[in-house]
């Protein structure tokens, strides 16, 4: 809800004149969600600090979203948009600044036009990615960047750092570019929007971005975020239940801190085609398909004539529908895809008469106590001729340094466990055993010699 | 139900005949349907598409059990085969009624009426086609032609409709439903004399009728002979018995064969046939006449009692119940069998009692297990007497078991005793049992619509982070606040307060209500413990048999604590729950409770939703006061500004302190309490439904000790202004002691209109869920509309206690886990989260 603007190029009160706001005044600007006000706490010629304060009404705030925004939730009305430096502030920089963000200035055109030695202060920054994303975001356009962490509780110190900062900008940097720079990056660092986004949101952000955003090395996460991801009515009902619960709702589809990158998914898909294709399968189900990375890989391929995606989660296959562009696709083509919600633990007709079924990176997201019911439900009821399942090696975890701070030591905070190549080899032969499946088990990617490779892989034919 | 089809040639009033003798609904012509499909019902070019709606709406019609009349020529023989199939295919008889009137006739109406502008030579065509049916038209596999030759004879037809033989849902019973027998002639005659059955007998002492005193029917699964010591004994009994109408029986899959035996077909003697063959020679050509009559008389299902109960020798799935078909008896004869053969050279079956979702009992024999087990509301009652295992009735409706052991082993067993499907496996539940719109009857309620939409989220929770389906037999209900009372008549005493004990008690004042209870609401996270007294009885009445003997779990069926530590919190509470167990003589407890601190679950989102929303405040006041201070010593006018900060950081502050006061550290179970407010069922009764809650209260008041807190509670009369106050004053002094509040409930069963509950939050408490400032928006939020929670909280409820209900009754995992599975669906809904 504050940001001040310090400057010390003499006469420091030409501040006034840039940011067409008199420094003896205090003035108000009316907002969809309350009142801003500006004000200069100092004002002398060798220092002039220039105070934009938001006085956020949360009724207002509250009343301004319908019941259908995003997040009918209690997020709603329990938020930090009276406190923080959101959207909101970002929104009402651009309104009461709007002259100076242009860069025009009829008095002190040469002024705006230059750099000059600024201090921007927002003493409570949301930031997800914490004081280093701050400083990854503003550092390339020329700031010093301080960013301290602003703790959760002090009476609860065990708790750590909340995701806010007390942010501290200061350069040689055009006020304009700075202005501009701080609409764009205060809602890509609290990567929250509290209005609803529409195709125009690109053409604002290369209007605010243009000049410096093109050639920042963040530009990618910078735009990704800027524009977000469309929230959809689907996860309502899910964050609802999850909050009932105690828990936040959680996307682990979409926001993956898993070490693992591109390379080793992209093995494993390939490892799995490959390796259906020279089962000879043609009809294929994949069992928590999630957003369709394997399903596209397989309808590239002539030879599967049936693909079909099962997901637990309403939301994902959504997501896998637009990801494989299902509305996009001929007849022909479409007629070869089927993808419906379905859960492994419960018996499902729908399974059956398939030449393989896929379970990539799946068991390990199903509680120890009910795998059985997922070997019973897939083994025994839906009876593949094939299964090919792949999980990860634990005993690979070693390799990535990152895993440390996770909460639950494994590659994913949904994961209920991962297995060691012995367990994984003893699972594997177990189930084939009390299933009549013949199995092999292997490893994906590059091999490690004392660890193994960091995907496992158990192939399992029907006897 | 069944299919009829009128056969005559155009003219020959078969609609006449129809809209006499049916129901208009009943028929369905093909005139109709052409006009369906063309808007012009003798477009002749429209018929192949409109016979394909007319096999539509016919098959339909079957598939529902209704009686349906085809409105066509059919004089081709082709049109009939596609009819006979649709019957066949739905298992139905059908019958065809010849409506045969002279060729003139039949043109003449013709030519009089407008609609049909085809000339006679059509009549004659389909005349001719209609003589040469009628030769062979009994072949063609109608039940009954009925052939009515000439106007008259249509004119004075009657038809009354018959009901099919297996068909018996006028008898309501009592019943005694009998296991296979097998000629265990005396093992039989003790269970008889055992459920009360009196024995009649002939001048040799034989056994050849039975009464019962109460006049209970005796129903027998079939296989009453082969391998047995007595066949014929059994025989002569039982005929008695169905002679008198003391009993029905079903044909055996060993009957059918004997039938062919005793007919002189070529039948390999195996199985135990040697025997009957052998003890029947012994016996009077009269007799062997009359088994032969019996045996060959005996149909392969009967549907009893309003449709509730269904006997078959080998079971029976719902689509076939009542139905007729060769493929129908063959399956109550034989069950689903798959044509595969085990190791021991008998017919692999397929479990179809696992997936029966039917309503109606199915009682049946033919496997034989160890005990008779329920599964999915079907029970096999072959427990192997022949084999040396016992011989047992199902008495019906009270659904006891009786069972008397076997005298000695009658006859190798070619393979072990088969163990029942047990109910319990957990692929027993099907994703159709919770996918898609659901409707749930429920006791409390009536119908329950569970939208498929909500259906879909809880399925993904529920497979997600559900505990095993088996232990999650209640979900507690959403609750909401008391109604506001209307804007302007607010008392003083809730003036700055958004709830208030007094509203909760006017609103139940208005039900009707004369008495509650006001519980002390714990700031925790509701739980509810399901606790088994020892791994057994966890195996016997839940069927989880790996040894876990409980879980408590959270609104939306997640387990608290996982691996050591929920299983050292189940221990722990079934030990202080030692004198409810005895109380209740009971080997398991779902008790509703509380679980503290709030933080012990719900840490991160204490963290992520409110710590942080604090924290954020924390900073950005001292920061904004710092600049203002500033201001104002330049002289500038920020004095309502710098009010408008004070007020807002007091705020935050009160918010900070609200979620503080919930906290607290725990480690593992240490520092973890759990708050039981209702005992919500034991065995045999579903205690929530049945009891006062004053009753609960005094049960669990005496659970003492470190890891049970009790829930504080007072009762208030609600006609006493006294008892009132006193109640506000001690919810004023837990709220002010940093105290959720308080839940309002009637002390006594109200109707299925009246809120379970009420709660009645404190005032900082509610800066939790409004936002810290809530307090400046009073009026507006006065205004709240409940109508969507009350109306979820009194569904959620029946749900709730329908599911009890249901697991106490013995029903089918997937009739508990439905219900179960409803609550988290409609908790899904968006409402107001913070009501």
């Known amino acids: 809800m504050l940001l001040t603007i310090s400057t010390t190029h003499e006469p420091a009160t030409d501040l006034g004149y840039l940011l067409h706001k008199h420094p003896d005044r205090v003035q108000e600007f009316d907002q969809s969600f309350g009142r801003a006000v500006v004000f200069y706490p100092e004002a002398s010629e060798q220092r002039c600090t220039a105070a934009l304060v938001l006085q956020v009404d949360p009724a207002r705030l509250a009343r301004s979203r319908g019941r259908r925004s995003p997040d009918f939730s209690l997020a709603q009305h329990v938020n930090d948009r009276s406190y ?380 | 139900m069944g299919l009829v089809l009128l056969v005559g040639v155009s003219g020959s009033g078969k609609s006449t005949f129809g809209a006499r003798h049916f129901a208009p609904s009943q028929v369905i012509s093909s005139d109709f349907c052409r006009a369906l499909v063309s808007d012009d019902e003798s477009d002749q070019s429209a018929t192949k598409d409109a016979f394909d709606v007319l096999h539509y709406i016919v098959g339909t019609r079957l598939r529902r059990g209704l009686l349906t009349v085809v409105d066509a020529t059919n004089v081709q023989r082709d049109a009939r085969a596609a009819l006979i199939r649709l019957a066949k295919d739905h298992d139905v008889l059908v019958d065809a009624i010849v409506l045969d009137v002279p060729e003139q006739v039949a043109i003449a109406r013709n030519r009089a009426r407008a609609e049909r502008p085809f000339g006679d030579h059509v009549v004659t065509r389909q005349a001719r086609e209609l003589r040469r049916s009628m030769s062979r038209l009994r072949k063609e596999g109608f039940r009954r032609v009925h052939v009515l030759a000439g106007a008259e004879e249509i004119e004075a037809a009657q038809v009354v409709p018959e009901r099919s033989w297996n068909d018996r849902r006028d008898l309501t019973g009592p019943f005694d439903v009998i296991g296979d027998v097998h000629g265990c002639r005396a093992e039989l005659e003790t269970l008889l004399a055992d459920l009360g059955w009196e024995l009649e007998r002939d001048e040799a002492g034989r056994p050849v009728g039975a009464a019962h005193p109460e006049g209970r029917t005796a129903v027998f699964v079939g296989d009453l002979v082969d391998r047995g010591p007595d066949t014929p004994g059994v025989l002569r009994l039982v005929m008695g018995m169905v002679g008198s109408g003391a009993a029905l029986c079903v044909s055996g899959n060993h009957e059918a064969k004997l039938v062919r035996a005793l007919k002189g077909h070529a039948v390999r003697p195996t199985h135990g046939l040697a025997e009957s063959l052998a003890q029947l020679a012994a016996e009077s050509d009269d007799f062997r006449a009359a088994t032969l009559r019996f045996l060959d008389g005996l149909i392969s299902h009967y549907v009893l009692d309003e449709g509730r109960l269904v006997v078959a020798h080998a079971g029976l799935k719902e689509a076939y119940h009542g139905r007729s078909s060769g493929r129908v008896r063959a399956f109550a004869l034989y069950g689903d069998t798959t044509g595969e053969t085990d190791e021991y050279g008998l017919p692999v079956r397929y479990p179809w009692a696992r997936e029966y979702r039917g309503r109606a009992t199915v009682v049946y024999g033919h496997t034989p297990v160890p005990t008779a087990e329920w599964v999915n509301n079907t029970i096999c009652l072959d427990t192997g007497v022949v084999f040396g295992g016992a011989l047992t009735a199902l008495r019906y409706p009270s659904r006891e078991l009786v069972s008397v052991p076997a005298e000695r082993e009658w006859y190798a067993p070619v ?285 669990l008041a005496g659970l003492g000790g470190d890891l049970v807190v009790p829930t504080r509670h007072r009762f208030v009369d609600l006609s006493s202004t006294v008892e009132r106050q006193e109640a506000t004053a001690w919810w004023e002094e837990l709220t002010a002691g940093g105290g959720e509040g308080m839940v309002v409930k009637p002390a006594h069963p109200v109707g299925p209109r009246v809120q379970p509950g009420l709660k009645v939050r404190g005032r900082d408490y509610l800066r939790l869920v409004y936002g810290p400032d809530y307090l400046d928006a009073l009026d507006a939020l006065r205004e709240r509309s409940l109508g969507r929670k009350r109306s979820l909280a009194l569904r959620e409820h029946a749900l709730g206690l329908e599911a009890l209900t249901r697991f106490v009754g013995g029903e089918p995992l997937w009739r508990v886990h439905q219900a179960v599975a409803g609550v988290l669906a409609l908790e899904s809904e968006p409402v107001d989260p913070r009501l």
């Open chain 1, 84 to 463: 923080a430096a959101s959207s909101l502030l970002a929104v009402a920089l651009a309104d009461v600044f709007g002259t100076a963000r242009s860069g025009r200035c009829r008095s002190r055109q040469e002024l705006a036009d230059a750099a000059i030695p600024l201090r921007i202060e927002v003493p409570v920054l949301p930031c997800r990615g914490g004081p280093d994303l701050a400083r990854r975001v503003f550092a390339p356009l020329g700031w010093r960047v301080e960013a301290e962490p602003v703790p959760l509780d002090e009476r609860f110190p065990e708790w750590g750092d909340s995701r806010y900062v007390r942010l501290t900008l200061s350069g040689e940097v055009r006020l304009a570019d700075a202005l501009n720079q701080l609409h764009v990056l205060l809602p890509v660092l609290d990567e929250s929007k509290h209005y609803w986004q529409g195709t125009d949101e690109i053409d604002k952000l290369l209007r605010s971005g243009g000049d410096w955003l093109a050639g920042h090395p963040e530009r990618e996460l910078i735009t990704r975020r800027y524009l977000g991801r469309g929230g959809g009515l689907a996860s309502v009902a899910l964050a609802r239940l999850a909050e009932l619960g105690g828990d936040l709702a959680e996307d682990p589809a979409e926001d993956s801190p898993e070490p693992v990158r591109a390379p080793l998914r992209a093995q494993r898909r390939e490892a799995v085609v490959a390796l259906l294709s020279g089962l000879g399968a043609t009809s294929v189900l994949d069992l928590g398909c999630g957003t369709g990375e394997l399903l596209a890989a397989l309808l590239a391929r002539p030879e599967f004539a049936r693909v079909t995606g099962v997901d637990v989660s309403a939301r994902t296959l959504q997501a896998a529908e637009r990801r494989i562009g299902l509305d996009r696709m001929g007849e022909r083509q479409a007629s070869r895809l089927t993808l419906f919600q379905g859960a492994l633990t419960y018996r499902d007709e729908r399974f059956a008469g398939y030449d393989a079924a896929v379970l990539m990176e799946v068991v390990e997201h199903v509680d120890p106590p009910r795998l059985e019911a997922v070997e019973r439900v897939v083994f025994g009821e839906a009876r593949p001729g094939a299964v090919v399942v792949t999980t990860p090696n634990r005993e690979y975890n070693v390799r990535y340094p990152g895993l440390a701070g996770s909460p639950n030591g494994l590659r994913h905070p949904d994961h209920r466990f991962e297995w060691t190549r012995a367990e994984f080899a003893h699972w594997c032969a177990r189930v084939g055993a009390q299933w009549g499946y013949t199995v092999e088990a292997r490893g994906i990617g590059e091999p490690d010699d004392q660890v193994g490779a960091p995907t496992q892989l158990g192939v399992f034919r029907r006897d």
């Open chain 2, 415 to 699: 393979r072990p005793l088969a163990p029942a499907v047990p109910d319990r496996e957990p692929s027993v539940l099907d994703v159709r049992d919770v996918t898609g719109t659901q409707w749930v009857e429920t006791g409390l309620a009536g119908r329950v619509k569970v939208p498929g939409v909500n259906a879909a989220a809880a399925l993904e929770v529920l497979s997600r982070f559900a505990v095993d389906p088996r232990w999650l037999v209640y979900l507690p209900p959403t609750m909401s606040p008391a109604q506001s009372p209307p804007s302007g008549s607010a008392a003083p005493a809730r003036e700055g307060l958004l709830e208030h004990p007094e509203q909760a008690f006017a609103e139940y004042a208005a039900a009707g209500v004369t008495r509650v209870v006001c519980e002390e609401k714990h700031m925790g996270s509701r739980a509810v413990a399901v606790l088994a007294r020892d791994p057994s009885a966890a195996e016997r009445r839940f069927g989880v048999g790996d040894g876990s003997t409980g879980v408590v779990h959270t609104r939306t069926g997640r387990a608290f604590f996982t691996g050591e530590t929920g299983t050292a919190l189940v221990e722990r509470l079934r030990e202080r729950c030692g004198p409810l167990f005895a109380e209740l003589e009971t080997d398991w407890l779902v008790l509703d409770c509380e679980l503290l601190p709030w933080s012990a679950k719900a840490l991160g989102l204490i963290r992520e939703q409110f710590a942080a929303v604090g924290a954020a405040a924390a900073a950005s006041f001292p920061a904004l006061d710092s600049v203002l201070e500033a201001a104002a010593g330049r002289g500038l006018d920020v004095a309502d500004l710098a009010a408008w900060s004070r007020h807002r950081a007091g705020n935050a502050a009160a918010f900070r302190d609200a979620y503080a006061a919930y906290c607290e550290p725990t480690a593992g179970l240490d520092g973890v309490r759990v708050a039981p407010f209702q005992v919500l069922a034991a065995q045999g009764r579903a205690l929530a439904l049945t009891e006062p809650h004053p009753w609960h209260l005094e049960r």
